[in-house]
């Protein structure tokens, strides 16, 4: 069984920067995909960027620009670099691997709190 732990979040200023990590008990180059999803109180949770086994990465569009996912298969992690942090992105950022078709893996969640 996979497992995955997050670290990186905390208490950042509106328009700071914070590094999600997300590392694997596994190798990563065999799954499908990896990603990293976020829910706030009150809402559902949503897909923020993912990221293929070819490396085909996907950000949803309030994060375009100040977002970037990536990779690293040495070191079964997976990273999530955010920029200019706003408020409204504060939530609970979770780590979701696709394992394969109908096998999905969630990490435990790491708090990310931007303050205005």
């Known amino acids: 069984q996979v497992q995955l732990v997050e670290s990186g979040g905390g208490l950042v200023q509106a328009g700071g920067s914070l590094r999600l990590s997300c590392v694997a008990s596994?190798?990563?180059?065999?799954?499908?995909?990896m990603g990293w999803y976020r829910q706030a109180p009150g809402k559902q949770r949503e897909l923020v960027a993912s990221?293929?086994?070819?490396?085909?990465?996907n950000h949803v569009d309030s994060v375009k620009g100040r977002f970037t996912i990536s990779r690293d298969n040495a070191k079964n992690t997976v990273y999530l670099q955010m920029n200019s942090l706003k408020p409204e992105d504060t939530a609970v950022y979770y780590c979701?691997?696709?394992?394969?078709?109908?096998?999905?893996?969630w990490g435990q969640g790491t708090q990310v709190t931007v303050s205005s």
């Open positions: 979701h691997v696709l394992v394969t078709l109908g096998v999905n893996i």
């Open positions: 596994g190798s990563i180059f065999r799954f499908i995909a």
């Open positions: 990221i293929t086994g070819g490396g085909i990465t």
